[in-house]
């Protein structure tokens, strides 16, 4: 009887070192997808210490600073993102979210020109399952953000 259990213990091992490999797998691509230039995620803070390349798409996200907001010309607006470490210029041409709004969370997809981030899209995080971690992580740092829930 014995060698039965031995054989059902090994076989867990297996099962355990298969499920390992293929979360290791599966990390493992979402980090290459990320890190793939299209919607790579900074905060203004990494923005403002290495800007990035003109011709780099990303995502940028943190608050909308308060005050910040100027409506131009037709359907454009320039406002400010910031992390509460450093602010971001962002100017937009298109209809902005509803729930878009001064300290609201923002994610804005776009380039940084002339050090401008030129958003070809922008969607208002108003809750915080949106906010991608790295910014609530950076606000949290910063004192800036305080979640509602504590």
């Known amino acids: 009887m014995a060698g039965m259990k ?3 213990k090994k076989r867990r091992v297996q099962i355990i070192v298969v499920a390992f490999v293929a979360l290791a797998l599966a990390t493992g691509l979402i980090g290459y997808a990320f890190r793939d230039g299209i919607n790579y995620f900074r905060s ?3 923005v403002a210490e ?4 003109p011709n780099e798409i990303f995502r940028i996200g943190g608050l909308v600073e308060e005050g910040s907001i ?3 010309q037709g359907e454009t607006v320039r406002f400010s993102v910031t992390d509460g470490a ?6 937009y041409t298109g209809v902005l979210p509803d729930l878009f709004g001064e300290n609201q969370g923002m994610v804005g997809t776009g380039s940084y020109i002339d050090g401008v981030f ?5 969607l208002a995080k108003h809750d915080e399952e949106y906010m991608p971690k790295e910014v609530l992580d950076a606000l949290k740092e910063q004192g800036t953000y ?4 504590s």
């Open 146 to 149: 305080v979640d509602p829930n």
């Open 118 to 122: 030129q958003a070809s899209e922008i």
């Open 86 to 91: 450093n602010t971001v210029p962002v100017e």
């Open 70 to 72: 100027v409506r131009g």
């Open 50 to 53: 290495e800007p990035p390349a």
């Open 6 to 8: 031995g054989l059902k």
């Open 44 to 46: 203004p803070t990494q």
